[in-house]
């Protein structure tokens, strides 16, 4: 890099390559970065601070208090940069349902697999996907099989090959939390608009708020408090999450995803819990507004609304899911095609419906590591790249 900066700006030169195999560059390229530009990552990585933060978080603390982080990408970020080593001793992580794909129930797996079976079909989903065991096979087995199966990293991928083969029905496999629903609603309202009739969708989106009421209307629960997941907090905002946190007494603080937002969110969430307090309240502000995003919210309710769903690890869940208003039915791929639907169990052995409720660390399960692998897994857990199992799998492993 070349350059100098001045007021902000940055002048950078992306020489030549050196012969090799290398990339190769012969253009000027400007960037600014002014106040706000290149933040949010380094400083929220600083060693010191986050041992600042650590210690903290050490002195708000004197009693036992069990705290959900809900977020799959927060369960990764706890244990990649070793954040629960960290800790004080009377503090407890327990590890939420916050991944789409883990949740994401075995008939679901086992219909997209049928619909893979279909010559005239293109099914299409995200990567993690294809790896999530159903009854008795994966996507990618069915794609070995000669199904037509593609990852696609937008369902605008799945709309543009629904507009090149028009003579096949494409079928994106709809996974995510509220955190991609709008994405999934603009597309079925352009493929309306452009009447793409080839186009439909295999619905798996579920909300977060029923899931969490789920948990803490047990009769058993442990759980004083929870980090709440800030990309869907950018999108929903906090409202739903007032009744709970009033109806069963637990804090909810909307937190990030590095080091010091993880470690801010649980100060903020034990200093509440000491003074007998159960509010709402955002750590990411940089991203997260109370109201959340309100395009985004009438772009949702628009297309989608509520159902029961089922959550893997979690069972049926009232208003758990989001379905297709009749408006849009002739987009749902289960009112297109004719699909038994069918309920299985999760493998007796799989302890992930365990570790999804919070119930269980990965390393509780006798599986674990053993049986059960990233490229041999008994369940969604270990495959997702938001899943617990994964994470420990990958960072935890020898311990």
């Known amino acids: 890099v070349e350059g100098e900066g001045v007021g902000g700006e940055v002048y950078a030169k992306l020489g030549r390559g050196s012969g090799r195999s290398d990339l190769r560059f012969s253009r000027w390229v400007w960037f600014s970065v002014g106040d706000e530009g290149m933040k949010y990552v380094d400083e929220y990585r600083d060693r010191e601070a986050v041992h600042k933060a650590a210690r903290l978080l050490a002195n708000a603390i004197r009693r036992p208090w069990r705290i959900m982080e809900v977020c799959g990408g927060q369960t990764h970020a706890f244990v990649r940069f070793g954040i629960d080593a960290l800790l004080p001793s009377q503090l407890t ?25 279909d010559p005239k079909v293109i099914l299409c989903s995200f990567g993690d996907m294809l790896r999530v065991p159903g009854s008795k096979a994966d996507l990618f087995a069915a794609k070995s099989l000669g199904g037509d199966v593609r990852v696609v990293y937008s369902p605008l991928d799945a709309l ?24 999934t609603a603009a597309v079925v309202v352009q493929a309306r608009r452009k009447g793409m009739i080839n186009f439909v969708l295999l619905g798996a989106h579920v909300r977060v708020p029923p899931a ?14 929870f980090l709440g997941p800030g990309h869907v907090c950018a999108v929903m905002g906090l409202s739903e999450y007032v009744p709970l946190t009033h109806k069963y007494r637990v804090p909810l603080v909307a937190t990030g995803f590095e080091p010091l937002d993880l470690l801010q969110g649980l100060t903020r969430c034990v200093e509440q819990l000491e003074a007998g307090q159960s509010q709402v309240e955002i750590q990411y502000t940089r991203a997260v507004r109370f109201e959340g995003n309100p395009a985004a919210q009438r772009l949702i309710a628009a297309v989608f609304e509520p159902v ?30 004719a699909l038994p639907k069918v309920s299985e169990p999760e493998p007796s052995e799989c302890q992930s419906g365990l570790v999804l409720q919070g119930r269980c660390k990965p390393t509780d399960c006798a599986a674990f590591g053993t049986r059960c692998t990233p490229e041999h897994p008994l369940g969604a857990t270990m495959v997702s790249s938001e899943g617990a199992c994964a994470a420990y799998h990958r960072y935890r492993r020898a311990e």
């Not at 543009?160 to 994405?183: I, W």
């Not at 948990?215 to 408090?225: Q, Y």
């Open 93 to 117: 992580l327990l590890h939420g349902p916050g991944c789409p794909v883990c949740v994401t129930p075995v008939e679901l797996i086992d219909l997209a697999i049928a619909l893979a079976a």
């Open 160 to 183: 543009a090959l629904a507009e090149k083969h028009r003579e096949r029905t494409v079928v994106f496999f709809a996974v995510g939390f509220e955190t991609t629903a709008p994405s």
């Open 212 to 225: 969490l009421e789920a948990l803490l209307a047990e009769p058993d629960v442990t759980i004083d408090g």
């Open 308 to 337: 029961t769903r089922v959550w893997r690890g979690l069972g049926a869940i009232a208003d758990g899911g989001l379905g297709l208003r009749s408006v849009f039915r002739d987009f749902d791929a289960t009112a297109r095609f």
